[in-house]
């Protein structure tokens, strides 16, 4: 019977030891990784290093914003289009992978406030700009008031919807080499695209194009948040607030990112993508 008490104790105090033991490693545990998801194709946003490992301004973002709520940060390559039902369906926790927000898009998810913007810029023939007395630093109304502007796009994409809303009849090409070669070879005379694209093209054909800087359009880029997700769109306001402030995260990403930013675009550092005009 002695034994018996014993053997009973013993398992007692094991039985609690092991329960204090899991309540004392639940107390330490770390929080919850936030799951960022993002496209690694489009450099210097989001791409990968040589290793293979996520690399990028907005892997930057991601990491500092981790850093901000004190969450560690894990990198969900996600394809661009399927980005919204990801995190709808809670594959990832929040989206921040240059995604601008619109109307549509604010249907099915929250965003924050906007940190970059995105502008919509011209690839422009250069025969056709000397013949019209366009220049870099032109207006775009230099392209939209003249009706004989011939513009060149890609169905579905802004390169075509914008030329189109205003009235134009747009040479649709069937991807974007296609649109830069209808521009160079001045078959067209307008390609208005996003900054690097844009860019791209001409420094590829310096003698055939210019670029034309006044934005068409400078979309919102804003991290996007499952509706309902209260706590966390509000650290996001706060943490995009914060960016601005001496030292913060514009100013690191600046010291980090301007050279590189700059030999892209071969005339504005980061600048161009945190000024809204």
């Known amino acids: 019977m002695k034994r018996l008490l014993i053997a009973i104790a013993i398992l007692i105090v094991a039985g609690a030891s092991g329960w204090a033991g899991g309540r004392s490693e639940a107390a330490g545990s770390q929080p919850a990784a936030l799951r960022v998801g993002m496209d690694l194709r489009y450099p210097p946003f989001e791409t990968q290093d040589s290793a293979g490992a996520p690399f990028g301004i907005s892997v930057d973002v991601a990491k500092a914003f981790g850093e901000y709520i004190g969450r560690p940060v894990e990198i969900v390559d996600t394809n661009f289009a399927s980005l919204i039902p ?13 995604m601008s927000r619109t109307p549509e898009r604010a249907q099915s998810i929250d965003f924050s406030e906007p940190y970059f913007y995105f502008k919509i810029i011209s690839l422009v023939n250069r025969e056709f700009a000397d013949a019209n007395g366009v220049t870099i630093d032109s207006p775009k109304e230099a392209l939209t008031d003249l009706p004989a ?6 169905t579905g994409q802004v390169s075509a919807s914008i030329p189109e809303s205003l009235g134009f009849n747009v040479e649709i090409a069937t991807n974007l080499e296609a649109a830069v070669l209808n521009v160079v070879q001045g078959s067209s005379d307008v390609l208005m695209m ?16 210019i670029v034309l800087w006044d934005p068409f359009v400078s979309s919102p880029i804003a991290m996007g948040i499952r509706k309902g997700e209260s706590e966390l769109l509000a650290q996001a306001n706060s943490f995009v607030a914060a960016m601005s402030r ?11 990112w301007d050279a590189e930013v700059q030999r892209l675009l071969g005339r504005y550092g980061l600048e161009f993508f945190i000024s809204e005009n």
């Open 149 to 154: 502007t011939r513009f060149t796009g890609i």
């Open 86 to 98: 990801a995190l709808n369906s809670g594959d990832i926790d929040i989206i921040i992978a240059s």
């Open 194 to 209: 996003s900054a690097f694209p844009v860019t791209r093209g001409h420094l590829a054909n310096p003698e055939d194009t």
């Open 246 to 256: 001496p030292g913060g995260l514009y100013d690191q990403l600046r010291a980090a």
